[in-house]
């Protein structure tokens, strides 16, 4: 789910709540040592996400944060910020050329510079919160 967050609207923050889950306390980033990322140049996206990117040459930005159940994707388009918020369970993650992160039919692909390998840290912390999130909801086999 995409939403315009350029300006404050209660509704948008309930939405949020209740897919992905409160933003954590002060202490709980501290101990998690960062729940947000540095931006990073958007290198590539589905067709269905350049709606919300800058239309002329202009690099893109984007930043993540981390929630208890996902993640939320600011993007910045000249003075308008967009929010894709993706739950762990849509969540999927690949190492390409920089990195790729699919979800909901749509993919973000961040470009491999300096910015980029300043979030190393960021999304291995990233991919431990989505195991530990799958390992609460892992299936029996018998």
Known sequence: MILNSTYHEKDHKKI???LIGKPYSFLEAFKLK?????RMIIN??????????NRVSDVNYANIE????????????GLQNFSWIIPYYQLVIYKTNGASIHAQGKFIN???NTTFKENKKFFKRLLQN????DERYKFIDL
């Not at 960062?34 to 540095?38: F, L, V």
């Not at 590539?44 to 990117?53: F, G, R």
């Not at 981390?66 to 388009?77: D, E, L, S, T, V």
């Not at 989505?130 to 999130?133: A, E, L, Q, R």
């Open 16 to 18: 949020i709540e209740d």
């Open 34 to 38: 960062g729940i947000g990322s540095k």
């Open 44 to 53: 590539e996206t589905s067709p269905n996400l350049e709606p919300y990117l």
């Open 66 to 77: 981390m929630r208890p159940g996902g993640i939320i994707i600011y993007i910045n388009k």
């Open 110 to 112: 961040f470009k491999n």
């Open 130 to 133: 989505k195991i530990d999130y």
